[in-house]
C-alpha cells in the first residue's frame, strides 16, 4: 500500500508541475493543432477518399519522438540541476517507486494528448463507415510505442543535468530506433538483412499493430524495451548511491541482476520468434487471417500442396516490407494444412536449378526493378511470386497478381497487397480442381448426374438422327462406367403414354416437336439434358457431330462440379477506327482480370452459336449485332445459361478535344424489350457523383476558353450502398462503383420472373438528352451539368428528380424471341433448332452502359482517384462468381472490400468538418485547463486553512 501511495504522489506532483506551466499548454495545443494539419491537410484526408485515420497513425511515431522527449527531458535532468536528487536518493522507499512514478506521470501526459485526437476517428465513423479494428490497434499501437520512447526519455534524462541536452539526445536516440526498422534505412541492404534490421527497429512492429494485427511477438518486443530502460533508469539511479570503487556485493547483485533482467528478455524475444505466429486479427472480417472457406478448401486436399514463395533477397525497398506479410500469411496455410500443406521460400538467385526449374518448368521469372543503395541506383532483377502446385498441376501468382499501387496526394507512392488469401486460395482451388479434371471429371462431381435423352422412337426419327444415337450411346456407357456411380444414362419417349412427357417438356422447357424441315408434318424429338436434384442443364444439338459430343457432353458435366474451372465466354465489339471513324473502346483490363480467374473464349456470335464448353456468356458494348448473333445469345439463354449484357443506346467520344455522346446500336433492342427490359434512349446525370479529368468550356465575355479540369461529373454517377444492392451476392463486397454515360432501365413487372436491381442511382438522378455532355461555365460561375431546378427542361427531357435503375437481374423461364418465326429470317433458316422456352435457371444481367469497363475510363479514374480502380471489374467478378455458384471465393473476395470510401461532399462541408475537429480539441484543452485551474484553487484553500489552524 505504502509503495503505491508513494508513486502515485510522485505521479500526482509531476502531473501538477507541467499543467502548472503555460510552456504545456501550448504544447498541447500545438500537438492537437499539428495532428490535425497532417491529417486534413499534409495526408489530404478528402482527397484520399478512404475512410480510415491511417494518416495519424503514419505521422505518429515521428510525432511521438519530439512529444515524449519533450515530456521527459525535465524529469531527472532539473532534479540533477535543482539538487533535489540527494533528497530523492536518500529516502526510505525503493528508487524505482519514484521511476514508476515519473513514467506513470508521463504516461498519463501522453494519454491526455492523444484523447484529443478521438474527434478524427469518430468524425470519419460518423460520415462513412469506419472499421474500427485498426483504430483499436493505431492507439495500441501508439501507447506502446510512446511507452517506450518514455522509458528511453527517462533513461537519458537520469544521465544528465541539462534538459536540452536529454531532449536532443533523446529525440536521436528514438529516432535511430524508428528507422533502423523504416524502408528508408533497410532499403540500403538486402532481403535478409534487412528483415532483421526490421525485427529490431520500431517503425515495422508499430506498422503491423497499425494494421489491425495485434501480434504477441510485437507487444514482447514493446514490454521489452519498456522494462529494459526502466530496468536501466534505476540501475543509474542506483549507481549514484554507491562510492566510488567499490566493488561491495550489493553492487555486484545489482550488476548481475540487470544483465540478467536484459539477457533474459533478448532470449525471450529470440524463443518467441522461432514460434508459430500467435497473433489476433482485429480488423473487420478478419482481413489478415485464413477465412473459414479457405479451410473447407484445405479439408479437400488428398495430395500434398506446396505453396512456394519465390523472394529476391534484393528487391525494391517498396516491396521488402510485403514480404515478411506474406510470409505470415503462407505459414498460416501450413498450418490450416495440418500436415498437407508444405511451405518453402526460396531465393531463385542463390541457387541456378532452381532458378532454372522456376524459368523453364514453372514459367516464373524475374521482374526488373529499379532500386538503389548507398553506393549506385541500378536495376535488378528480382524474385516476387509465389507458386501453388498439387499433383502434376500449378498456379504461379506474380508481382502483378498480388499488389496494388496508391499514388496519394502528396505525390508518395504506397504499395501493398491487394488480397493475398483469395489470390492464392483461388490457385490452390484451381489447382485441386485441374488435377482431379486431369484424372476423372467426376471426382470434382458432388452428387449423381443423370443424362436424359427425350428421343423419339427410332421408326420416327431421321436416318442421319438414328446414326447420331447409335454413335453417342457408347460414349454414354464408357463415361457411365468410369464414374463410379455418379453418373447415369436414361433414354425417354416423349411420345409414350399419351403423350404426357411430351406436354411437360414443352410446358417446362420449351421442347417442341422438331421437323427436318420447314412445313412437314413428320415430327420428331431429340433433347439431350443432364440433371441432379439441384439443376438441368440442356446439351446443344447444333449440327448432330458425333465427333463433338464427347466435349459437349464434358462441357455439360462441368456445370455440376463446383470446383472446376468455369469457361466464360466473352463476345467484345470489333474494331471500329476505320474510315477515319474515332477507334472503338478497348476492354484489355476487363480480359485480363477475367482470364486471371476462370478459362476465357473468345466469342464470335455471328456463327449463330455459342461455344459448347462455354458456362456463362458475356457480351461488353455490343454494336450492331446481326440476326445470327442475337439467336445465338437467345438460344444460349434458352439452354438455361447466364447472359451478362453491359449495354446502353450510347456510347462517349473522348478521342477530340470536346466531349459527345454518339448513338449506338446494339441490335438487342427488340430481344432485350421481349424479355421485358428496356432501355432509354437517355442519359442518367447525378449529384452523386465522381471525379472526371474533363475538357471544361468557360465563357468570360467575348470569349470561350477550354482547359482540362478536375470537376465533379454529373455523368460519372457514383453507387454506393443502398444504390449497389447491400444484399446481392454481385454487389455486397464493393464499396463504391462509378458508372459512366449510363442509361436508366425499366423493367416490366409482369413477366413472373425474379427481378433483383443491383444497380440504382441515389433520389438525385435527372435525365438529359442532349449529346453535348462536356461540362461548361458561365459568366456566372454556373455549370451547364448543375443538378435542375423546378419545371426545367434540358433538349427534349424534363429534370425530374428520381432514382434509376442502372443494372438488374432477371431470372425465370424466358421465351424465345424466335419461337415466332414471322419476319425473322433467321428463324426460318433453323425452324428445327429453335428452343422454345428455357428452364428457370435462366438468366439475364444487365448493366445499362457501354464505357464503365473500358480503359480508357478506367484510366481516367485511376488519374482522378490516384490509385488503381477495379469496381466495374470486381463488379463482372462478382456477377461471375455468383452466377456460377461459386459462393467460396465470393465470401473471401467480400473480406477485403467493405464500403471505406468517404461518400460525396462539398468544400463547405469538409471545411466544416475539419473546423470541428479543431474546435472539439480545443474544448478538451480548455476542459483540462479548468481542471487544473480548481485543483490549483483548492490546494491553495487547503494550504491557507492549514495556516490559520
Known sequence: MATNSVARRVAQKEVRLFFSSPVAWLFLATFAAATGFIFFWVESFFARNIADIRPLFEWMPIVLIFLCASLTMRMWSEERQNGTLEHILTQPA?????????????????????VSTLPLPITVALIANLDWGPVLGGYLATVLLGATYLAIGLFVSARTDNPIVSLITTAVTCSILYLLGSTMFTGFFDDRTGEILRLLGSGARFESINRGIIDLRDLLYYFSLTLAFLALNIFVLEKQRWAKRAGTARQRVWRSGVALLLGNLVLANIWLYGLPAMRTDVTEGKLFSISQPTHHILNELEEPLLIRGYFSEQTHSLLAPLVPQLRDLMREYEVAGEGKVRVEFVDPA????????????YGIAATPFHIADRHQSSLVNAYFNILVAYGSEHKSLGFADLIEVHASPSATTEVKLRNPEYDITHAIKKVIFDYRSGANLFDGIDEP???????????????????????IRPQLDLAEQNSNGKFSVRFIEPEANDGAVATRIEDQWGFKPMTVAEGDTETFYFYMTLADSQQVVELPTENFNPASFRLILDSGLKRFAPGLTRIVALALPASEGAQGVAAGPTFTNLERAISRDYSLRMEDLSDGSVTPEADILAVIAPHKLDDESVFAIDQFLMRGGTVILVTSPFTADTSSAELKLRERDSGLQEWLAHNGLTIAETAVLDTQSSSFHAPVSRESGDYDFRELQLVDYPYFIDLRAPGLAPNHPATRSIPQLTMAWASPITVKRDTGRNISVLLKSSPNAWLRKSRDVMPAIDDNGLSNLRPPSNGEKTGRSRKTMAARNLGVVMQGRFNSFFADADGRSIASARPSGVLDRSPESARIVLYASNDFMNDRILKSLVAASGTQYLGPLDLLKNTLDWALQDEQLLQIRSRAHFNRTLPPMERQAQLLIEYFNYGVALLWLLLLALVAWLQRVLLRRRYARGLSL
Open 94 to 114: 525503493g528508487l524505482w517507486q519514484f521511476v514508476i512514478g515519473k513514467f506513470w506521470a508521463c504516461l498519463t501526459l501522453l494519454l491526455l494528448a492523444l
Open 350 to 361: 542463390q541457387d541456378p536449378e532452381v532458378e532454372r526449374e522456376a524459368n523453364t518448368r
Open 449 to 471: 448426374v443423370e443424362f436424359i435423352g427425350y428421343v423419339s422412337a427410332d421408326e420416327r426419327l431421321p436416318k442421319f438422327l438414328r446414326a447420331y444415337r447409335k454413335a
